[in-house]
């Protein structure tokens, strides 16, 4: 980065005295200096999905609600999220919470996340806050990248390590494998800690629900929740033997169990999500904070329900979180929250991490390796569709010509990529990064694609936190239908046309899917070996040699403004 970069990205960011620009020249890192407050420093990462190089992640246009849902956060975007958290258009904290202009503004701040820089922050950090100091992360760390799938693993073990994490909890983890996750086990430095993983023959807890820390003249206990639908989400022989579920009561009892022991602050490290995490806070007596993650949430000022707060803290090594506490006899008296951008420009890299990350792409060149030039928005995510998803099918389509509808599953994780870009493996893969890639082609009856679809959207659109079980809409191509969120359950999806053709409920459609168990419930159709969803994208993608996909959603949603991400940033 040169000087006269250096100089325009801090103008950008605000520093404009002569003084302050002259420092922050010298030393950019001072843009992180925060003084000492409080008794206790958390410092928070989640959902960063195996991202060890710097990235773009551009945030949803449309966050699609149900009605008693609306305006809440988890739900809210765009405009409305620069509103509801008081953001200037244009700014750093628009960037990184907003897909309003995003190409304009990624230009002007540049790549975020970086496993290098992430461990550098974390240390000066954990340097200047002089008070104990917690480093935690939310979950979703190992899986969903190039390195990951490569590793099985092990090279963001080895990252946590070096960091110096002392807690985690899981989710796509679990997709290594039961054994491969107890492996790893054997080499992590953190303490996993989850209230709600049990053993399924005798209800046994498999890890701490959770531990105690000192914090001066006080303790703070922090307790662990992972993901309660893993076997709803992924397939079931990943966790065979383990169970999991909300089990409110047990949670309430940990809680009490901290209280009896004396422990002033109760920290609640989620893997949850933000909408199921407010439930939480509104029916769980005692929690003072809840750590969110899962939901890839970003919340730029602390909230509170009732006398619960609760920080979320986005995805993708977007942010490294500082939460300082001011503690008090049973309880926070107040606390400190800042979001650390983590600006790849701006921040230093931590030489170790830095060779960690160098040796994982120097043992797997072809990562890296360029594979076609994109030419319009590549993003992932949104509630209903998104160009990755549609790029996919394009090369599903492409290699199975006589697949008449495809579905490509509403995960989160991902990058995005700006015009101009190169798309390599290594961005394939941080939205296709499963153990489970396969593509299937099968047969479905018409009512069992609409069947599905309700399935999807009763869980999606669920106006009870507790019983949403998994990411957005699986995206479909090749269909176009009419989706009606606030409609009584098995009729929100409408109008549905195949190719063009209004949907036969009694007609068998050839079908394709990959990421998923859809494949379970159709009749394979004999001489297809399924195949990774990866290997189709590469072939398609060198065929093409440039991806111009201007998006194109393929479902009306009538009750709702839905919004495209155009430059300018208008809604």
């Not at 040169?2 to 890192?29: D, F």
């Not at 796509?172 to 107890?182: F, I, N, P, Q, S």
């Not at 004999?526 to 060198?542: E, N, S």
Request: proline content about 8%; glycine content about 10%; aromatic content about 8%.
């Amino acid at each position: 980065m040169t000087r006269r970069e250096l100089i325009s990205l801090l103008l950008a960011l605000g520093i404009t005295s002569p003084k302050a620009l002259a420092r922050a020249v010298e030393q950019p890192q001072r843009l992180y200096d925060l003084p000492p407050y409080g008794d206790c420093t958390l410092l928070y990462l989640t959902d960063l999905h195996g991202q060890l190089r710097p990235h773009y992640y551009m945030e949803p246009p449309n966050l699609l609600a149900p009605q008693p849902l609306l305006g809440q956060p988890g739900y809210i975007t765009g405009a409305a999220f620069l509103r509801y958290y008081g953001i200037q258009p244009d700014s750093l904290l628009a960037y990184l919470g907003s897909y309003l202009d995003f190409a304009t503004l990624a230009k002007r701040f540049g790549l975020i996340g970086g496993a290098p820089q992430i461990t550098a922050l974390i240390r000066s950090q954990q340097q200047a806050a002089e008070r104990p100091v917690l480093i935690l992360d939310g979950g979703d760390d190992w899986m969903n990248s190039g390195p990951s799938l490569r590793t099985r693993g092990e090279a963001l073990v080895d990252w946590m390590n070096l960091s110096g994490f002392q807690h985690m909890v899981y989710h796509w983890e679990y997709t290594l494998g039961r054994a491969r996750v107890e492996e790893l086990e054997k080499k992590l430095k953190a303490q996993v800690l989850s209230y709600n993983t049990t053993d399924d023959t005798f209800g046994d807890p498999v890890y701490p629900a959770y531990a105690i820390h000192p914090a001066g003249r006080y303790t703070v206990g922090v307790i662990g929740l992972t993901y309660p639908y893993v076997k709803v989400s992924h397939p079931e022989e990943f966790t065979e033997g383990l169970s999991f579920g909300i089990k409110e009561e047990r949670l309430q009892q940990t809680v009490e169990e901290l209280r009896s022991k004396g422990v002033d602050a109760v920290v609640l490290l989620s893997h949850g999500g933000l909408p199921l995490d407010t439930a939480l806070a509104r029916r769980i007596r005692g929690i003072d904070l809840i750590l969110s993650g899962h939901t890839h949430d970003l919340t730029p000022v602390r909230l509170r329900v009732g006398n619960t707060f609760l920080v979320a803290g986005g995805s993708g090594g977007k942010v490294l979180a500082r939460i300082d506490l001011a503690l008090k006899r049973g309880g926070i008296a107040n606390l400190r929250l800042r979001l650390l951008p983590v600006l790849s420009r701006v921040l230093p890299e931590d030489p170790a991490a830095k060779a960690l990350v160098e040796r994982v792409y120097r043992e797997n060149p072809d990562l890296l390796e360029p594979i076609a030039t994109v030419e319009s928005l590549l993003y992932k995510r949104d509630t209903l569709y998104s160009t990755l998803d549609e790029l996919a099918c394009r090369a599903i389509e492409a290699h199975y010509p006589e697949t008449e509808v495809i579905f490509s599953p509403g995960t989160r994780w991902g990058t995005t990529l700006l015009p101009g870009e190169a798309l390599t493996l290594d961005r394939i893969l941080a939205y296709t990064g499963f153990t489970y890639p396969e593509v299937y082609v099968f047969k479905l009856r018409g009512e069992q694609i609409k069947g599905l679809l309700e399935d999807v959207a009763a869980n999606v659109f669920t106006p009870d936190p507790f019983y949403q079980q998994g990411g957005d809409m699986s995206r479909t191509y090749g269909i176009t239908y009419t989706l009606r969120i606030d409609a009584p359950s098995g009729q929100r999806i409408q109008d549905i046309a195949v190719r063009g053709r209004p949907l036969d409920p009694n007609r068998e459609y050839r079908v394709a899917a990959y990421g998923g168990r859809l494949q379970r419930l159709g009749k394979p159709i004999p001489g297809h070996t399924p195949r990774p969803v990866y290997d189709l994208i590469v072939a398609y993608a060198k065929g093409e040699g440039r991806i111009q996909l201007p998006p194109r959603p393929n479902v009306r949603v009538p009750e709702r403004n839905y919004h495209l991400p155009v430059p300018g940033g208008t809604e």
